[in-house]
């Protein structure tokens, strides 16, 4: 549970990305950093903005991507997962939720990454 009203959250996020035009938002076309943003905004009523480990292409899908926000909650990190998966469409998903420190960056705190891509033909 979050002591206090703002809490630094780090995410595992997974999502179908073939309805969005890739993950960084982008005016007027659907983006997975758009959709995250927007079902905070519904629960919370706060903007809040969501920060990627990377950006994808769009119709790029993902398993295991780390995002990274700062959110006005002070109920249990479960209970932040829960309402977020709850507000979002169904091609995205929270595998996985933390509290996280307020200087952790989804980018620049990572250790490693793996990319796997898989072409059909």
């Not at 990190?77 to 420190?101: E, F, I, S, T």
Request: net charge positive.
């Amino acid at each position: 549970m979050a002591s206090s009203s703002v809490c630094a959250i780090c995410a595992l996020i997974a999502y179908d990305g073939t309805d969005f035009h890739g993950f960084q938002y982008q005016v007027g076309v659907p983006t997975i950093q758009g959709a995250l943003e927007d079902a905070l905004l519904a629960f919370t009523n706060a903007q809040v903005r969501v920060v990627g480990s990377g950006r994808t292409d769009a119709g790029v899908h993902a398993r295991g991507q780390v995002i990274a926000t700062q959110v006005p909650w002070r109920h249990s990190v479960a209970d932040l997962q829960r309402a977020w998966n709850a507000h979002l469409p169904p091609a995205v998903v929270l595998l996985k939720a933390n509290q996280a420190p307020a200087q952790f960056h989804p980018r620049f705190s990572a250790r490693s990454r793996t990319y796997r891509y898989t072409v059909y033909v």
